[in-house]
C-alpha cells in the first residue's frame, strides 16, 4: 500500500543504485516540488549532492533566508548559494516591459546557474553526472512522458563547462501529485514554511512590479507582500486561496492624504485567487476584516503607498499573474 514512507525508502534504494559514487546537482528555486526532490537526494547520497541557489534579490521578504538556513538546517544538505542581486537589477535596468523582463531573467537565470555549475564540476571529486529536477507526474503526463536526460547547453563560455554538457536525470517525484509531494515533504522533516508553500512564480517580484524594477520597489513591494502574508496566516486563510500575488503599480500614482499632508504616491494590489490548477480561478472573497486590516496596515507601513485596491477579476480573463 502507498505511504509515504514506503515511497521514501524505494527512492532512496533507487537513486543510491542510480548515482553510484558520482556526484549530482540540484536547483533549489525555494518552491515545493526542488526542495522536496533535493531533500531525497540528500537522504540517499548525503555530500555527493550539492545544492545550488541563485539569488536574484526578486524573492520575497525572508524567503532567501528560509533556503539558506532552515533547509540546510532541516536536510544537512550542502548548498552553494550565489548573491546574483546587482547583476539581476543591472540587466532589469530600464525595462518595463513584461515578456521582456521574463526573458532577461531567465536567461540571467541561466547563466548564473551554469557559471555556479562549472564551479561544482571544477572542485575535486568524482564526476558530476546527475541533475535533479522536480518534476511531478502532472509534468509528465503533461509533456508526453519522455525521461533521461537534460542537455543543457553552454550560453557562454565559462571556465571550465563544456560546450554542450549532459547530465542523466534523476526525478524522484515523478509518480507523485503536489500533495503527495508535500506529504513525503513533511515526513522528511522539512519545515512547514516550505512544504505548505504557495505558488511563487519563477521570476518572482520582478513581475510583480507593473513598470520598471528597481532596489528600492522590490524593498517597498516585499514589506506589502510581507503584510497581507502576515495578516493572510494569521486569519488562517492560506488554505483557502490558491495564492495571492501583491503587486505595486510603480508606473501609477494618486492622490491621497496621510499625516498632514497631501500625498502622491502608489497604489498597491491584492490579487487573491481561489483554483485548482492555475489554469482558471476565481477571485477570493476574502473577509473584509481582513481586507481593512491589510489595507491600514499597508498604507501606515510601507513608505510611498498611499492606497489599497482588490483584484475582482476571474481568470479567464484576467491571468492570475500582472505580467
Ligand atoms: P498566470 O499569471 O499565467 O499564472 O495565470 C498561473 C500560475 O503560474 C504561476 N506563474 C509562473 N510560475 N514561472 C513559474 O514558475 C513563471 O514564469 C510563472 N508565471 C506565472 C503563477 O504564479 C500562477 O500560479
Partial sequence: SW?????????????????????AICGLSGGVDSAVAAALVQKAIGSQLTCVYVDHGLMRKGETEQVEKDFVAATGVQLKVVDAEERFLKALAGVSDPEEKRKIIGREFIRVFEQAQAEI?????????FLVQGTLYPDVVESGGGTGTANIKSHHNVGGLPED???????????????????VGQELGLPDEIVQRQPFPGPGLGIRIVGEVTKERLDLLREADAIAREELTAAGLDRDIWQCPVVLLAD?????????????????VLRPVSS???????????????????????TNEVRDVNRVVLDVTSKPPGTIEWE
Avoid: C
Fill in 3 to 23: 505511504t509515504t514512507g514506503n515511497v521514501i525508502d524505494e527512492q532512496v534504494a533507487a537513486i543510491r543504485e542510480q548515482v553510484g559514487d558520482k556526484r
Fill in 121 to 129: 564540476i571544477a572542485d575535486e571529486g568524482p564526476a558530476v553526472e
Fill in 165 to 183: 554538457l549532459e547530465f542523466k536525470l534523476i526525478e524522484p517525484l515523478r509518480k507523485l501529485f503536489k500533495d503527495e509531494v508535500r506529504m
Fill in 252 to 268: 501609477v500614482r494618486s492622490v491621497g492624504v496621510q499625516g498632514d499632508g497631501r500625498t502622491y504616491g502608489h497604489p498597491i
Fill in 276 to 298: 485548482e490548477d492555475a489554469m482558471t480561478a476565481d477571485w477570493s472573497r476574502l473577509p473584509y476584516d481582513v481586507l481593512a486590516k491589510i489595507s491600514t496596515r499597508i
